[in-house]
């Protein structure tokens, strides 16, 4: 069973950069896809970026895409997402997932579904 924990998430003002953390733990995650999603409320849970585990391969929405950045530090069983230009918009709950999944590429990484286990999530919160 693997754990996700989620941290960095805060009120900041619209400009401003933030970098969330997914803690992993309880099991190898080698063959693991680890995806960013973000729920603002009253709105559906949106694809953000994933990562492969093992091959580091980086895959983005076009929403997020040169102003987010996902990455992975093996060594820390830790996935980041580094956020900048920070807008209101961007106000939401942001949550990691993971999961083996069977088929490569954005059209699957992206799918909330694929993935099996979640953190709890973090808020971000941008002011005007």
């Known amino acids: 069973q693997a754990q996700l924990v989620e941290s960095g998430g805060g009120l900041v003002q619209a400009g401003d950069s933030l970098r969330l953390a997914c803690a992993a733990s309880?099991?190898?995650?080698?063959?693991?896809?680890v995806g960013w999603f973000r729920q603002a409320q009253g709105k559906e849970r949106e694809f953000l970026a994933a990562?492969?585990?093992?091959?580091?391969?980086?895959y983005y929405a076009d929403s997020v895409k040169g102003r987010f950045t996902i990455s992975r530090d093996n060594a820390k069983n830790t996935v980041y997402l580094q956020m900048n230009s920070l807008t209101p918009e961007d106000t939401a709950v942001y949550y990691c997932?993971?999961?083996?999944?069977?088929?490569?590429?954005?059209?699957?990484?992206?799918?909330?579904?694929?993935?099996?286990?979640w953190g709890q999530g973090t808020q971000v919160t941008v002011s005007s």
């Open positions: 997932a993971a999961d083996v999944i069977l088929y490569s590429g954005i059209v699957y990484y992206a799918q909330s579904r694929s993935y099996r286990y």
């Open positions: 309880g099991r190898t995650f080698d063959s693991y896809v």
């Open positions: 990562v492969t585990w093992s091959g580091g391969n980086t």
